[in-house]
């Protein structure tokens, strides 16, 4: 048993544009990241707390961007893009796990310029490794529980009509679209799992950059206030883009006008922001640019 996926039908024409351009980013994506992972793990200089989240936060990106964009690509292809029951259960729960793990990972890199930037003195004490380390373990080990408990109950429904997935990967709101049993309860579940997923850590990284900027304006050095600026600022973009086209998702009514765009929202946190990801954070830094060139300059 199968289902269809609709993916970009109503975009015939552009499908070979599409093909190239999502190509192009899923290379940039995968070389961005890894490249990250290397740097962030072979030089010293950067063995900090905010490269090793940020190395842990570019193995979810792959294991994301591995999980959607080739089987995307594949169908881009294809005239019939189906996928099977078992398939489409293992995507679902992988995306529940990795979007859940980000969200969270996201969250305590924000802490994390808290403690750098409003407590210096304590930053070494709090942040130390076995703090960060149980900090991305909780991180990973959070989306667990609910990948496996909305994944298995999404399951369980009957699934009548055509099958076919109005997406371009198996997601929790088209497949809901397709179940023919009374799905409230899952759904009040799925709206309290994305408030405490979603909404939660992206409210707690806003408050932290407020006061982040409330310290950073008393900064006497304009030098100073420009560095941490440019660091804070980087990792602000890429929250809001990822808590906020994520959140759109999966909080919009069905009645919405963003149902009929859900795919282009879709796009924006599948396939942009894991490609972002590497570019605003590291290969606009001077000490990723450095460790870049020591790591491949003794090859």
Sequence with gaps: ?????????????????????????????????FLIIIVATSSPTLHTPMYYFLKNLAFVEICFTLDIVPKML???LL?????????????????????????????????????????????AVRMNRRVCFHMVLTCWIAGIPLSVGLTSWLFSFPFCGSKEIEHFFCDIAPLLDLACSDTHLFKLLLFVATVVVILIPFALTAASYIQITHTILQM????????????????????????????????????????????????????????????????????????????????
């Design 74 to 76: 594949v169908d881009l």
């Design 79 to 123: 005239e019939r893009k189906v996928i099977s029951f078992s398939a489409c259960a293992l995507q679902l729960s992988l995306v529940i796990l990795l979007i859940t793990s980000e969200c969270f990972l996201l969250g305590a890199m924000a802490y994390d310029r808290y403690m750098a930037i409003c407590h210096p003195l304590h930053y």
């Design 220 to 299: 006497p050095s304009a030098e100073g206030r420009h560095k941490a600026f440019s660091t804070c600022a980087a990792h602000l973009v890429v929250v809001t883009l990822f808590y906020c086209t994520a959140g759109l998702v999966h909080l919009k009514p069905k009645s919405s006008p963003w149902a009929s765009s859900r795919k282009l929202v879709a796009l924006s946190y599948t396939v942009m922001t894991p490609m972002l990801n590497p570019i605003i954070y590291s290969l606009r830094n001077t000490e990723v640019k450095l460790a870049l060139r020591k790591t491949f300059g003794r090859r």
């Design 1 to 33: 048993t199968y289902f269809t996926l609709q993916g970009f039908s109503h975009l015939a024409a552009l499908q070979v544009f599409l093909f190239v351009g999502i190509l192009l980013m899923f290379l940039i994506t995968m070389t961005g990241n």
